[in-house]
């Protein structure tokens, strides 16, 4: 009896010091400033395929990912904690987006790597369970995460720490946040076709800021991928010339050693250009990103849209319902109605009809006044929130950009200067 009130003690004890670490670490993710990535080290690692059975009961091939997690803060004995590690489907990243996009509606989501590639040079595989592509999605999908974990919203959220950390319950634990209905709801609010009057100058602009950066994202991708094109077939031209030193230098007595190391270094000349254009297709990758940052701030604008008409909407029904209450008080009827049409056809409504119709048009006043306080508080509260995200957009896709592109180039002039070297030994 003894041991086991030992080892219940033990058990309380230990059950005590896991919900204080647990109170700490919620403590922690809600301080001001702080993010996540500052706390944690996230990688996806790795990427297996797999076989199972889908919800229609069919068997399909999926890829999962190894996201690999560990607290940076060292434990009470002074080490570092084991990392965690758990699996995930593309898709179950993709629920995580979505449920921050609801829940944060003025953020512009970090987007995750393409479904399908696009804008890519023709010897790509754009197979989603090619290696070369599963691979490039990992990467994709280890940036989602780091870009999340390191936005100073988005990274304080408890949903996002039981994905990392939970391999189990994690789902549920989205779908009981209800956001679900309000996604499906917003989703058929924001197909549907609307027009406010009074649009916000702000986001007007932004929505054509969005509109350029697609297009010139769009038109660099296409000209890149039109020039690694091209120059793959340049580069495999000479292949050809390869093969023909080769056999010429078996005819050739007196320059036949040359003509073969001529050709053996067309071969290794052509041959380099599969793994310059897959370099190429990392720094592509980085740029595309941006194209889907676009749609990303598209969507921001839009879901403003919907909640100024909504507020407009709320607005204009509340001034109606205070006319009709006017009119019904002094039984002066100020603008054509069927309602005003009756009453000089058969006569004023009866004073105890007229006080339970301004009874439930009070009701409805105050339910409408509370409703335009809750829109105002939620388009102000979208405004002062998406030009927060702008500035910080703006700062980080100048940056990101700017690396990106003079890493490419960087890496486009160490290309340019094995050309000569290859032709030196060539002619030699």
Avoid at 261 to 276: C, E, K, N, T
């Amino acid at each position: 009896m003894a041991e086991d009130g030992k080892e219940d003690s033990l058990a309380t004890d230990d059950d005590s010091e896991q919900t204080a670490a647990d109170d700490s670490l919620n403590t922690t993710m809600v301080e001001d400033g702080s993010t996540l990535l500052c706390r944690m080290e996230i990688c996806v690692a790795e990427a297996e395929k797999r076989s199972g059975k889908n919800a229609m009961g069919m068997q399909e091939t999926f890829s999962v990912y190894l996201v690999e997690t560990r607290l940076t803060d060292s434990g009470p004995d002074g080490r570092n904690p084991a990392p965690d590690c758990l699996w995930r489907r593309y898709s179950e990243f993709e629920l995580l987006r979505s449920y921050l996009m609801v829940t944060y509606p003025f953020v512009v989501a970090p987007p995750l790597p393409e479904k399908r590639a696009e804008f890519v040079w023709h010897k790509l595989s754009a197979d989603n369970m090619d290696p070369d592509f599963v691979e490039r999605r990992r990467v994709g999908l280890e940036n989602f995460l780091l870009r999340v974990a390191s936005h100073p919203v988005l990274s304080n959220n408890k949903i996002l720490y039981h994905f990392l950390t939970e391999e189990h319950g994690w789902r549920e634990a989205v779908y009981d946040t209800g956001f679900q209905a309000k996604a499906d709801s917003r989703i058929r609010a924001l197909s549907a076709t609307f027009r406010v009057r009074n649009p916000d100058k702000g986001f007007v602009e932004m929505k054509h800021y969005s509109d350029e950066l697609q297009s010139h994202t769009s038109q660099l991708l296409r000209a890149r991928a039109r020039v690694a094109d091209r120059l793959y077939g340049v580069y495999k031209v000479h292949g050809n010339y390869g093969r023909v030193f080769s056999e010429w230098s078996a005819i050739e007595k007196e320059m036949g050693d040359g003509l073969q190391s001529a050709g053996h270094h067309m071969d290794a000349y052509a041959a380099s250009i599969d793994d310059i254009l897959e370099e190429e297709e990392h720094y592509a990758d980085q740029i595309k990103e941006y194209l889907s940052y676009a749609e990303a701030l598209r969507t921001v604008c839009r879901k403003h849209e919907l909640t100024q008409f909504e507020l407009e909407v709320a607005s204009q029904d509340l001034i109606s319902k205070k006319q009709q209450r006017e009119e019904l008080a002094t039984g002066i009827v100020r603008t054509f109605s069927l309602k005003g049409m009756t009453n000089k056809l058969f006569g004023q409504e009866a004073p105890v009809q007229r006080e339970a119709r301004l009874k439930v048009l009070e009701e409805l006043i105050t339910e409408g006044e509370d409703t335009v306080k809750e829109k105002t508080a939620e388009c102000e509260e979208h405004v002062e929130g998406a030009w927060l995200e702008m500035q910080r957009f703006k700062e980080q896709k100048d940056k990101d950009l700017r690396e990106a592109l003079i890493n490419y180039a960087l890496m486009q002039i160490s290309m340019c200067k094995k050309v000569p070297s290859s032709s030196t030994c060539s002619a030699s």
